[in-house]
């Protein structure tokens, strides 16, 4: 498998490098510190088509493929990884599954200002009872003529507090008595939607995380995500897109650590020296620039087989295994390398650091990868 980029691909990433260096990296630290949503930077996004991914042209996006759109959110991340996720949830869970399962109606109402950033989108299945095991979430929905009207709470949505509409999942009833879901496109400004609080999270804070109360929760029948009992379908399609999407964000959090490891390594010294000079620290420079290769190579091959219509749910899960325990180990090999100063908040290791640990958790932690991949490997033997 060829990973070799096209003239666009290429113009495309340096178009998204360049952007992220000037308009988002100045402007992250402060953006951080104030646990400011990044507003103005998605306008821009949006102005640059970065928004509509994953929206057909005749819902005014700008589709690309699954390999640049790697590409851009590798860039994005590397500036600021609040900002990355914002966009990949955007991108590869809201707008992705639209265009999937939506109806035309549906299609049309959401995805053109989903494109121009308008809108943002969300994805809302865990609850607080209800995470790896998303069969087990209790918020019901209860159809009433052309109303469905739900109950519950949903936890851990990304976007929450600034979407302009939430693909949200329900539990569903069936005759045979078998777990189902039901999704549907649900707005904040939906009768009995309330948005409880906004978590206090350890890093990615100018990327508000939300809880939602839904008490009796009035949503259009036409709002129905797919079929009923086909949310499950949905939700696990559609995370195997963003598994790519994370993986990505993931190489890019590595880069960036490899890279303010490198710069500080040849202006520190130390017993006379740069500690670039030390084998130690080399071998430490050495080993997050081949793990951080090696996931980028596997998220690349997703990317195509994706691109290709081929399964790639084992890749993807495979691909976001490597990439988030790769980026968890550089940030962390990196602050090792600044030493004290990398425990201080006034180097961006340190932020990195933090912003490292989720990668392992969302999307499905590191142990539930294991699974889908263990399952495929059982299942093709």
């Known amino acids: ?37 990044p507003k103005e930077i998605l306008r821009r996004l949006g102005e640059l088509g970065l928004l509509g991914m994953n929206v057909p042209s005749e819902f005014g996006g700008q589709p690309i493929d699954s390999l640049s759109q790697i590409l851009v959110l590798e860039e994005l991340a590397k500036a ?79 976007n929450g507090r600034n979407a302009g509409a939430i693909i949200l999942f329900t539990a569903a009833a069936h005759p045979s008595g078998r777990r189902r879901l039901n999704a549907f496109v649900v707005e904040p400004g939906f009768p009995g939607f309330k948005m409880s609080k906004v978590e206090k999270k350890m890093g990615l804070h100018s990327s508000p995380t939300a809880e939602i109360t839904l008490e009796d929760c009035e949503v259009p029948a036409s709002n129905l995500l797919g079929a009923e009992g086909q949310g499950g379908t949905i939700a696990l399609n559609g995370l195997d897109h963003s598994r790519v999407g994370i993986a990505a964000q993931s190489i890019g959090l590595a880069q960036r650590a490899l890279e303010e490891a490198v710069r ?34 596997l998220t690349y091959r997703a990317a195509r087989l994706k691109d290709s219509d081929r399964p790639f749910t084992a890749e993807a899960a495979m691909a976001k295994l490597f990439a988030s325990e ?17 425990y201080s908040r006034e180097y961006a ?11 392992t958790i969302y999307e499905g932690t590191s142990e539930i990868q294991r699974l889908v991949i263990a399952r495929h490997l059982l299942k093709e033997t």
């Open 80 to 158: 600021s990884a609040a900002v990355c996720v914002i966009v990949s949830v955007h991108v590869s869970l809201f707008c992705h599954a639209l265009a999937r399962f939506g109806t035309e109606e549906l299609k049309k109402k959401y995805l053109p200002s989903a494109a121009r950033g308008d809108i943002l989108g969300a994805f809302s299945l865990t609850e607080p009872n209800a995470g790896s095991d998303a069969m087990a979430i209790r918020t019901s929905a209860v159809r009433r003529k052309d109303t469905f009207i739900l109950n519950g709470r949903k936890a851990w949505v990304t």
């Open 264 to 297: 500080y390594a040849k202006q520190r010294e130390a017993f006379g020296k740069k500690i670039a000079d030390f084998q130690a620290v080399q071998f430490m420079l050495a080993d997050i620039a081949t793990r951080t290769e090696a996931a980028r190579l």
């Open 326 to 342: 790769t980026a968890k180990q550089a940030a962390d090999q990196a602050l090792q390398v600044h030493g004290g100063y990398g």
């Open 1 to 37: 498998m060829h990973f070799e980029l096209t003239e666009e691909q290429i113009l495309l990433r340096n178009m998204a490098r360049d952007f992220a260096r000037k308009d988002i990296a100045p402007h992250d630290a402060e953006l951080e510190e104030r646990e400011e949503f």
């Open 349 to 359: 290791v340190e932020r990195i650091y933090r912003d490292a640990r989720v990668l």
